[in-house]
């Protein structure tokens, strides 16, 4: 019998420090793996493949993430803030029919 791992793609309202950002994306998708997910965390998966500065790189960075997120069967929104990045993202996922919750929604499906 296969199974197929339910794909969760991570938002947040990153810190603007990235050594922060990364660690608190790295806390969050462990917990979604331990809870039996994929994650999709573009903080993590696009480390260090776009400049910072560079504005064509931004736009890919925001097309590539979006990618992700409409693939995924979750939007997790994580920490106890929300800025314009994760309301964007909870609007991309209304859309696209993604289902939203928040990282202690999930912990609270199993």
Same mark, same amino acid.
Request: glycine share 4%.
């Given at each position: 019998? +296969?199974?197929?791992?339910?794909? /969760?793609?991570?938002?947040? /309202?990153? +810190?603007?420090?990235?050594? &922060?950002?990364?660690?608190? /994306?790295?806390?969050?998708?462990?917990? %979604?793996?331990?809870?039996?997910? %994929?994650?999709l965390c573009p903080v993590l998966a696009?480390?260090?493949?776009?400049? &910072?500065?560079?504005?064509?790189?931004?736009?890919?960075?925001?097309?590539? +993430?979006?990618? %992700? %997120?409409?693939?995924?069967?979750?939007?997790?929104?994580?920490?106890?803030?929300?800025?314009?990045? &994760?309301?964007?993202?909870?609007?991309? /996922?209304?859309?696209?029919?993604?289902? &939203?919750?928040?990282?202690?929604?999930?912990?609270?499906?199993?």
């Open positions: 019998m +296969s199974r197929t791992i339910p794909r /969760a793609y991570v938002t947040a /309202a990153w +810190s603007k420090n990235p050594v &922060v950002a990364k660690e608190a /994306a790295k806390k969050y998708c462990q917990e %979604l793996v331990k809870q039996g997910y %994929l994650p696009f480390d260090g493949v776009f400049p &910072v500065e560079d504005q064509e790189a931004h736009k890919h960075y925001k097309e590539m +993430s979006e990618d %992700l %997120l409409r693939r995924a069967r979750f939007l997790v929104v994580c920490g106890n803030r929300q800025n314009e990045d &994760v309301k964007d993202d909870i609007a991309i /996922a209304k859309r696209a029919k993604v289902i &939203v919750t928040t990282l202690e929604g999930v912990i609270g499906f199993v």
